[in-house]
């Protein structure tokens, strides 16, 4: 069964800085899709970016890159430049590229932005 | 495009009491997913439908919850006798099969259930 790890509980960092969030998963497939999304305080979810496995290239969306490396299983998040909307809960999560149907989240990592 | 929303936000019961949740997908969406978020953890599957059929289901959805999605478009979740152990977020997402297998799910803002 696949399952998708997120070691950090919860990470602070300054206004304006970097930071990486990690991620960590196993599945025996070779296909599959990445995926970080954001769950602020008392709002929906939305993706932040995704990866395709097949792709080696990382994937960027302004501000937020991932470091994908597939033999390691290791799919971070870097968030440059942090901004106060950025705290929330952010969510490592994996499909299936064969399957429709579920998306295996982690537990999550808290985001605290201080200004 | 009014996004997936969900009633309601919130909802108290007690044990043992039913409850029905809804949620409506964006309009276009034939694909339905109903999740389940518990404090301090992610989502976890429960079921999805394509249209109104049901074409999956989780370990974790008993026999006392049952989903519809009688008209292919909005779905309920109904929770029977309900114990505390089923308190927790209800989430819904939808998306569209025509978007392949890469497609997004776009999540609504939860339906939060407090079993007392």
């Known amino acids: 069964a696949q399952t998708v790890t997120q070691s950090q509980p919860e990470m602070s960092v300054q206004e304006a800085e970097t930071v990486t969030l990690s991620c960590t998963y196993d599945t025996s497939e070779s296909d599959y899709y990445l995926f970080w999304y954001k769950q602020p305080p008392s709002r929906q979810m939305i993706l932040v970016i995704r990866?395709?496995?097949?792709?080696?290239q990382n994937a960027t969306e302004n501000r937020f890159s991932v470091n994908f490396q597939k033999a390691a299983k290791s799919f971070s998040l870097k968030i440059s430049d942090s901004q106060l909307g950025d705290a929330a809960m952010y969510f490592c999560a994996y499909k299936d590229r064969n399957r429709d149907d579920k998306i295996i989240f982690g537990k999550g990592t808290r985001l605290h932005i201080l200004p | 495009d009014t996004g997936v929303s969900q009633n309601p936000r919130h909802k108290i019961t007690k044990r043992g009491q039913n409850v029905t949740f809804r949620c409506d997908p964006i309009s276009e969406h034939n694909r339905l997913y109903w999740y389940r978020q518990t404090l301090g953890q992610g989502p976890e599957f429960l079921t999805y439908f394509q249209n109104e059929a049901q074409l999956e289901k989780s370990r974790l959805l008993s026999d006392r919850f049952s989903a519809e999605r009688p008209k292919g478009s909005f779905s309920t979740l109904e929770i029977q006798r309900t114990e505390q152990g089923d308190s927790a977020m209800y989430l819904c997402?939808?998306?569209?099969?025509?978007?392949?297998?890469?497609?997004?799910?776009?999540f609504g803002p939860g339906t939060r259930l407090t079993v007392l």
């Open positions: 990866q395709e496995a097949y792709k080696q």
């Open positions: 997402a939808s998306n569209s099969a025509a978007g392949g297998p890469n497609n997004e799910q776009f």
